[in-house]
């Protein structure tokens, strides 16, 4: 069904732009999508596009992310409106409302030498998407959201990781259901922090491994940090003691990487 819309305050439009909050998101089990690779990525990986909000005057077929308009529900705008609804510029011209997914611990799947990325209490959007773009290009078995500080469907999240979020397996829970999973199927764990004496780059990690790291402001809980098979720093050279999470995951993960490439 297409249905022309050229006012702002249709409720349709009220109703997505409802969606930049949690509680709507958690209500409705709906969330946001902007850019045609993001959509084309998202419906790729098996998450159902109810809404798509086109305007023409802007929308770019892209033939690397193909993305079908047979969906419930079409949207056409102009560019007035549509500029006030997208927060990107890149879009293309194209928005969509999708249905929430379940992101179960034990869906994820594991094999000989996984490696896995353990977020526990990340608050800032921005650095989530980060470590998702990060993980999809390091090829990563999943990541897990321990303790979870922020909502994944939050539309920073969906937009700093430019599609990623649906590219990479994803898990959340609390953080002792997380460590039972870990020893369940055999995974060490270690804990970035700036109290480790070992080096990250003496750790093997070879063998089914999860990096584990904490947000900026108050890093690693002492449930990591106590129960991890062992805590790693990067040392720092510099007058400042840390830097940003989502570069220091890329550094141990590579490290990671460039053994296993040996």
């Known amino acids: 069904m297409s249905i022309e ?10 109703f997505l732009t409802s969606l930049q909050n949690a509680k709507e998101r ?18 790729a990986s ?16 892209d033939n690397n992310y193909l993305v079908s308009f047979d969906v419930p529900e079409v949207l056409e705008v102009p560019e007035l409106v549509f500029s006030k609804i997208a927060y990107r510029e890149s ?11 379940p992101v179960k611990l034990d869906d994820l799947k594991t094999s000989e030498g996984s490696l896995f990325l353990i977020l526990e209490k990340i608050e800032k959007p921005g650095n989530l998407g980060a470590m998702l773009r990060t993980a999809d290009a390091a090829g990563l078995s ?13 539309p920073n999240v969906v937009r700093s990781s430019i599609g990623c979020l649906f590219t990479v397996p994803v898990g959340v829970a609390q953080n002792d259901e997380v460590l039972n999973w870990c020893k369940k199927n ?8 700036l109290e480790a004496s070992v080096d990250y780059t003496s750790i093997d990690f070879k063998s089914s491994s999860a990096i584990v790291l904490g947000s900026e ?28 999470v989502s570069n220091a995951a890329a550094i141990i993960i590579f490290e990671a990487l460039r053994q296993r490439s040996l």
């Open 217 to 244: 402001s108050d890093g690693l809980s002492k449930f990591w940090l106590s129960n991890s098979d062992g805590r790693i720093v990067i040392p720092m050279r510099g007058k400042i003691d840390s830097m940003n």
């Open 186 to 193: 055999q995974i060490k764990t270690f804990a970035a922090s």
């Open 46 to 61: 098996g998450y159902e596009i109810t809404t798509l909000v086109v305007c023409d005057e802007l929308y770019q077929p």
């Open 5 to 14: 819309i050229t006012s702002l305050k249709n409720p349709r439009i009220k």
């Open 26 to 43: 958690k209500t409705s089990g709906l969330f946001v999508i902007e850019g045609i690779r993001e959509i084309s990525l998202a419906a």
């Open 142 to 154: 999943g990541v897990i959201i321990a303790d979870p500080a922020t909502d994944i469907y939050n």
């Open 91 to 101: 879009t293309g011209g194209l928005i969509a409302i999708a249905k929430m997914k």
